[in-house]
């Protein structure tokens, strides 16, 4: 996993008056590391209907989708993977429920980082790095120098490191250098809206270090 993974917030774009299909079509012309489906005020059989569609669009490009929190949701839409948070199901409990999936896990201090590790996710985020206005309550910012020590950690162990919060096209640079992605929201979707998405995807990307 290298350069952008792209999360699409339902709310994020709701708030923009952005369908959350058309700006996913555009973002898959960027072909970007991953694509996660963030859903946290959408009720589960909206959110499964929306999952499916997503998941075939991204299997036809061949980019991996992720769904957030919801191990059952992302077993039935055939996804690739969930992307589990602190308090969400416990990795050995999402095995039990969907052996096949991949599994990310959100971390925020270095202590999480060494006890997912043992764990052995098939990617660690951490963060945010930066402030970010994608959460109600986010998590402490932990800056580059942390985070360039929780890459030092998931290194030895081969697991790929996705950096979270505040992260835009003038940062990325600084993120590629420590992470081996970045997750993005908000910069995904510039003043210019759909017409501009792909372009900017694009352009993060390569920042973030993807081909």
Known sequence: MRGLYAIVDCDFLAARGCAPLAFLERLLEARPAAIQLRAKSVGARLTLELARRMAVLCRDCEVPF???DRPDLALLS???GVHL??????????????PGLQLGLSTHRLEEVDRALAERPDYLAFGPVFATGSKRDPEPVVGLDILAE?????????????AIGGIDAARAPQVAACADAGAVISALLPPGGLAEVSATARRLHALLGGE
């Open 66 to 68: 992720f769904v957030n």
């Open 78 to 80: 055939a996804s690739v």
């Open 85 to 98: 948070g602190q308090h969400d199901l416990s990795l050995e409990d999402a095995r039990r429920v969907a």
């Open 150 to 162: 929780a890459a030092r950690r998931c290194r030895p162990a081969g697991i790929p490191l996705v």
